[in-house]
Nanobody, 112 residues
Framework: QVRLVESGGGLVQPGGSLRLSCAAS????????MRWYRQAPGKERELVAS????????NYADSVKGRFTISRDNAKNTVYLQMNSLKPEDTAVYYC?????WGQGTQVTVSS
């Protein structure tokens, strides 16, 4: 069956960095665009970043442009989200998505 397993979340101080990973299985990873979403308490889930199946094109929410970088390794069936210059407003559960499939999420908390 399809599985998306996120990892790499945690507690970080403002200005710090984290790298999220999402390991995919159960489908042909290299055929699908991948996305990272996030959901903060009391807010709707929002799209953070996306990457095409080949990795040739990426898109970002305005709130993270210049700070976050999405990438993928099709040989490892893994998508990454490098998050730099983190802010308290980046605090959320981060989810990996492909097509109609979702991971369980990983908590990112930015706080001093």
């Amino acid at each position: 069956q399809v599985r998306l397993v996120e990892s790499g979340g945690g507690l970080v101080q403002p200005g710090g960095s984290l790298r999220l990973s999402c390991a995919a299985s159960g489908f042909r990873f290299s055929n699908y665009a991948m996305r990272w979403y996030r959901q903060a308490p009391g807010k709707e889930r929002e799209l953070v970043a996306s990457i095409t199946n080949s990795g040739s094109r990426t898109n970002y929410a305005d709130s993270v442009k210049g700070r976050f970088t999405i990438s993928r390794d099709n040989a490892k069936n893994t998508v990454y989200l490098q998050m730099n210059s983190l802010k308290p407003e980046d605090t959320a559960v981060y989810y990996c998505n492909a097509h109609l499939w979702w991971g369980q999420g990983t908590q990112v908390t930015v706080s001093s």
